[in-house]
Nanobody, 127 residues
Framework: QVQLAESGGGSVQAGGSLRLSCAVS????????MGWFRKALGSERREGVA????????VYGESVKGRATISKDHSANVLYLTIAPLKFEDAGVYYC????????????????????WGQGTEVTVSS
């Protein structure tokens, strides 16, 4: 059974660092494009944060470019996201996603077709 299980959320201070994990079961992380989306608290709008192709190429959303790193541990079958330094606007629910369909230059769009989603992990940013 395919499952994406995020962890690592919680309350983090502004200016600090955040590391999220996505434990994948049901397929190897090397098999699909994978990424992270987020929704601001109280919003239904999805924002693409970062994504990685099967060849390891990475892309980032404008709001986190230069502060975020997406990576995979193939042996552990885990996807990671690190953001530092954190800003207040980084608060939200972060979702691990996999199996993208569409033009790669549209990966971040709110309507982008990612076929697998985790349940999400909430991140709050405190002063």
């Amino acid at each position: 059974q395919v499952q994406l299980a995020e962890s690592g959320g919680g309350s983090v201070q502004a200016g600090g660092s955040l590391r999220l994990s996505c434990a994948v079961s049901g397929f190897p992380v090397s098999n699909y494009y994978m990424g992270w989306f987020r929704k601001a608290l109280g919003s239904e709008r999805r924002e693409g944060v970062a994504a990685m192709t099967t060849s390891g190429a990475t892309v980032y959303g404008e709001s986190v470019k230069g502060r975020a790193t997406i990576s995979k541990d193939h042996s552990a079958n885990v996807l990671y996201l690190t953001i530092a330094p954190l800003k207040f606007e980084d608060a939200g629910v972060y979702y691990c996603v996999a199996d993208y369909n569409g033009r790669w230059d549209g990966w971040y769009a709110p309507g982008a077709t990612w076929n697998r989603w985790g349940q999400g992990t909430e991140v709050t940013v405190s002063s």
